[in-house]
């Protein structure tokens, strides 16, 4: 008898490769901090191993992952201890490519949460509103309501961080 080569677990791994730079700057952007973001992936792929769904295609997967991530996310936002978290002064900033683009990723991060989804999901990952849709099972219109909804957010955001 001949053994696969080929270990159960090698679609998660395969997975892993793909999608965790994603799902991380997904967490990142709800959370706010390495520490949980790593905790959120991890918890979203042994979701993965334990749960073990079909998927159609490999979109499908990508779908699941994300909206298995944000409502970990979630979840992990409305834990009493993360309530009480106190931010540590000089704690190792996400890096970004130009300060502009760090401060407007804070602005992001500062947003309520499904609002900053949205907005991450569209211009960060560049997803349409249709894919949006269907990733956090909401109509296409609530979609499109709080991506404008996000902005007004953003622009009033970095209208007043500007000096005059």
């Not at 791994?13 to 901090?33: C, D, N, P």
């Not at 540590?88 to 990723?105: H, I, M, N, Q």
């Amino acid at each position: 008898m001949q053994r696969s080569m080929t270990r159960p677990g090698n679609h998660v791994m395969k997975s892993y490769e793909t999608y965790a730079s994603m799902l991380f700057r997904i967490a990142m952007v709800h959370l706010g901090s390495r520490e949980d973001a790593k905790e959120a992936i991890q918890d979203t792929f042994i979701k993965l191993m334990e749960k073990a769904p079909e998927f159609k295609d490999a979109e499908h997967q990508k779908a699941w992952l994300i909206r298995v991530i944000t409502n970990h996310c979630k979840t992990m936002l409305g834990r009493g201890w993360r309530k009480r978290e106190i931010k540590l002064e000089g704690a190792e900033p996400v890096t970004a490519d130009a300060s502009e683009d760090w401060e407007l990723l804070q602005l992001v991060m500062a947003l309520p949460v499904k609002y900053k989804t949205v907005i991450h999901l569209y211009y960060y990952e560049d997803y349409r509103v249709q894919e949006i849709s269907n990733i956090l099972r909401i109509s296409e219109s609530a979609v499109k309501m709080r991506l404008q909804r996000g902005r007004q957010l953003l622009k009033l955001n970095l209208e007043g961080a500007e000096p005059q």
